[in-house]
T-cell receptor
Framework: SQQGEEDPQALSIQEGENATMNCSYK?????LQWYRQNSGRGLVHLIL?????REKHSGRLRVTLDTSKKSSSLLITASRAADTASYFCATERSSNTGKLIFGQGTTLQVKP | DAGVIQSPRHEVTEMGQEVTLRCKPI?????LFWYRQTMMRGLELLIYFNNNVPIDDSGMPEDRFSAKMPNASFSTLKIQPSEPRDSAVYFCASSLRGTGGGLLHFGNGTRLTVT
């Protein structure tokens, strides 16, 4: 069963604009992670936020987590054409089993 | 570090044939995951191992699917007999959990087509 649901399913923006993707989940979590997938490739880890954290930054990425709403957002600032990819959130439940469940993903297109 | 290595990259087979997918995790990682990705169902966790022991195989769709991890550096996912609905991209991923939560490192996948 899918734990995370991303919103929107697809997003198209111009280079230089910011892109925001959202993720909702259903159960208590230990941590939430964001991954990126380029066409024809495996997923690449971007950032991890723990359940006791509210915000994290990594370069042009900003992730927020609201455990009361069971939601997270990924913001990519000053987007580039090279950011074109699919973005997935993944959650590890609070039982700390190591099991990661992925959402359906958001497909981002950044137009040059 | 060579990353997670999967083979083959592409596999085309006929319905009823046996298919074996292979994975070499990153050295030192203690978790190994097999995922399947399709347009309809997204990324599904099939099975995962911790220290070579299967922990959760509840995602394995049917008895036609089996996975093994005979040692820390090798795992296989076998489908016997294969069916057209098994067509998908199969990913292997490994992680080292430690105390910080596990970050998954993915291979580039095996694209399976069953005709």
């Amino acid at each position: 069963s899918q734990q995370g649901e991303e919103d929107p399913q697809a997003l198209s923006i111009q280079e230089g604009e910011n892109a925001t993707m959202n993720c909702s989940y259903k159960t208590s979590i230990n941590n939430l992670q964001w991954y990126r997938q380029n066409s024809g490739r495996g997923l690449v880890h971007l950032i991890l936020i723990r359940s006791n954290e509210r915000e994290k930054h990594s370069g042009r990425l900003r992730v927020t987590l609201d455990t009361s709403k069971k939601s997270s957002s990924l913001l990519i600032t000053a987007s580039r054409a090279a950011d074109t990819a699919s973005y997935f959130c993944a959650t590890e439940r609070s039982s700390n089993t190591g099991k990661l469940i992925f959402g359906q993903g958001t497909t981002l297109q950044v137009k040059p | 570090d060579a990353g997670v290595i999967q083979s083959p990259r592409h596999e085309v087979t006929e319905m009823g044939q046996e298919v074996t997918l292979r994975c070499k995790p990153i050295s030192g990682h203690d978790y190994l995951f097999w995922y399947r990705q399709t347009m309809m169902r997204g990324l599904e966790l099939l099975i995962y191992f911790n220290n070579n022991v299967p922990i959760d195989d509840s995602g394995m769709p049917e008895d036609r699917f089996s996975a093994k991890m005979p040692n820390a550096s090798f795992s296989t996912l076998k489908i016997q007999p294969s069916e057209p609905r098994d067509s998908a991209v199969y990913f292997c991923a490994s992680s080292l959990r430690g105390t910080g939560g596990g970050l998954l490192h993915f291979g580039n996948g095996t694209r399976l087509t069953v005709t």
